[in-house]
């Protein structure tokens, strides 16, 4: 079978690799063509558009490269047409991929969504499209089933996180070679998570760091982002207990001690190192306005919203502090809340369906067009 898969960012690039890896199990004869990234290249297949040429953030800069935009959806569809696929998949990306599938839906070509837009967060009024475009959607959060089905009436299937599949099957890392290649001491490790723009990590840093001369007998490393020149953060490591490690996430939080990490997917996968952490988010006070009127949510972190319940202390705007920090941290350094911590991640990840979502999304796409 003929496979056109789109993933425009670089955990879509993650999470299609390892679909496509499971689809050439099921599928001997499977031919792809895709826009993504190195780890689907280097799976097999043709690299039409790396996802480093979409990545635009920001209502500002949408605006900017709205040509370059329209272009890409042009080039995009005539790229389909010429390759009549047996298949569309589209990994998350909605603003481009919904476009897309409403395109290809009166084209005839069969449209798979693997890991929904997070409309139940907000702009929930895509799913009028949704219905209408995608054929199969294949969810990997507990309550999206609900959601789907419950409330909107489309039948979803829910395949478990592909998190865990890409956190399980990593190579180990020997932990005294990691801290002899970063110039590492021996004292336990608190990882610092701060995001992957330059606007976020400059405020989640500033305050992360304030704490450190309270906790004098840790360390604290910053987990740099892909998307940043290590040169940015040099500014931040002017005190000896704080270090840096450059595209290291995964290795740095499975010898870590407790992790401070700004909202988004890295609460999920710290919890799933089985790491203690804080979560924090600070924005500007007109931004979280806006926000707090568009998105309908209680917490803001994945461990929390899958449980249903505050799992993870989230620090908030206001909260966000040098002084709550300080207390916050302390009370998962050891005791009882993080014992608590540790049944709550397991869990997690018992509700998150265990491990396999990549090779059951690819035998159900599989089954579905034969």
């Known amino acids: 079978m003929k496979y056109y898969i789109i993933a425009g960012e670089a955990s879509g690039d993650l999470h299609a690799a390892n679909m496509m890896k499971a689809l050439k199990k099921s599928d001997s004869k499977a031919e792809f063509r895709f826009w993504g990234g190195d780890l689907m290249q280097n799976v097999d297949g043709k690299l039409v558009k790396h996802y480093k040429e979409l990545a635009f953030m920001g209502f500002f800069e949408v605006i900017l490269n709205l040509t370059t935009i329209v272009k890409n959806l042009s080039f995009c569809k005539a790229d389909i047409k010429a390759y009549q696929p047996d298949c569309l998949i589209f990994i ?203 998105v309908k949510l209680k917490y803001i972190s994945l461990v929390n919203l899958i449980l249903d319940k505050e799992v993870v202390t989230e620090l908030i705007q206001g909260s966000f502090n040098s002084k709550r920090l300080t207390k916050e941290l302390s009370s998962i350094l050891d005791g009882r809340n993080r014992e608590e911590l540790f049944d709550a991640y397991h869990e997690l990840e018992a509700q998150l369906g265990g491990p396999g979502a990549s090779q059951k999304v690819a035998e159900l796409i599989y089954s579905s067009i034969i």
């Open 92 to 294: 998350d990306y909605p603003g481009f991929n919904l476009r897309i599938a409403k395109w290809a839906k009166k084209e005839r070509f069969k449209t798979h969504y693997y890991i929904s837009p997070q409309i139940w967060a907000w702009k929930e009024s895509r799913i009028a499209a949704i219905k209408r475009d995608v054929d199969k959607m294949y969810v990997i959060l507990p309550f999206e089933k609900d959601f789907y089905e419950n409330k909107h009436g489309m039948p979803v299937e829910f395949v478990g996180h592909p998190l865990i599949d890409a956190i399980a099957n990593r190579n180990p890392v020997d932990e005294d070679s990691f801290r002899q290649k970063h110039k590492l001491n021996d004292k336990p490790i608190i990882a610092l998570l701060p995001g992957s723009r330059k606007q976020e990590i400059n405020k989640m840093l500033s305050l992360m760091l304030s704490v450190v001369k309270s906790f004098s007998d840790y360390q604290f490393v910053i987990a740099g982002a892909p998307s940043q020149n290590p040169l940015f953060y040099s500014s931040f490591i002017e005190n000896k207990n704080v270090f840096f490690v450059e595209n290291a996430t995964y290795d740095l939080l499975s010898i870590s001690h407790a992790a401070l990490v700004t909202s988004g997917t890295a609460t999920l996968e710290t919890a799933l190192f089985k790491v203690p952490e804080v979560v924090c988010y600070k924005t500007s006070w007109i931004s979280y306005a806006i926000g707090k009127r568009l």
